[in-house]
């Protein structure tokens, strides 16, 4: 297997995964509207000079941790605890409630024919081509492979190119570890007493 454990997803879906981890524990790489405008504009997603409100920022923050959620479906078994431990239990049904709203229409004029945003707001189309990406993927047989890392403090965005697709951590070496350490320190703690 070539891909060893951070090889990105493929594309487009390596959009999101990169998407879902603009938020990490030392930060967020999308805190201001000013940050998501340069994000989405270096990736195409968005026209140069497209001013983006505070509102749209908080629209994009639903999408990325709606998006968390989604994949964290994807693990075996499914990442689905609450917060504070970095999944928030309405962020799904936050990101159904937007998604209805976003422009979203399939092209028949794309070859194969394509869900591409058909609106009138910038943002609102960056943020429906996402989405757009989810269908693509799931359409692909890629879509299952992007998880949330189990680490409860981490819930990165991984793709799991595994065999066997059991892969649960972002990265075998820190939460992987992480993880054991704390399993070996409760065995302990459980035959002291
Ligand atoms: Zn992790």
């Known amino acids: 297997m070539p891909e060893d454990e951070r090889t990105p997803a493929p594309l487009p879906l390596r959009r999101i995964e990169e998407f879902i981890n603009t938020r990490r ?18 990736r195409g997603l968005l026209p140069a000079n497209t001013v983006v409100t505070a509102g749209q920022r908080d629209r994009a923050e639903t999408v990325r941790e709606g998006l968390r959620a989604l994949i964290a479906d994807n693990n075996e078994p499914p990442v689905a605890s609450p917060r504070p431990d970095g999944l928030d239990p309405a962020a799904r049904t936050s990101l159904a409630d937007l998604a209805r709203q976003l422009p979203l229409a399939l092209d028949l004029t794309a070859h194969p024919p394509r869900l591409t945003p058909n609106g009138r707001e910038p943002v609102d189309n960056a943020l429906a081509t996402l989405l757009g990406v989810v269908a693509e993927a799931v359409a692909a047989g890629t879509w299952s492979r992007l998880k949330a890392c189990r680490e409860p403090s981490c819930r990165w965005a991984f793709y799991d190119y595994s065999r066997n697709r059991r892969r649960t951590w972002c990265s075998m070496d820190l939460c992987g570890n992480r993880a054991k350490a704390r399993a070996s320190h409760h065995r302990k703690t459980a035959r002291s007493v």
């Not at 999308?30 to 504009?41: D, E, F, G, M, Y």
């Open 25 to 42: 524990a030392d930060g967020d790489d999308l805190a201001t509207p000013a940050q998501l405008a340069h994000w989405l504009q270096t």
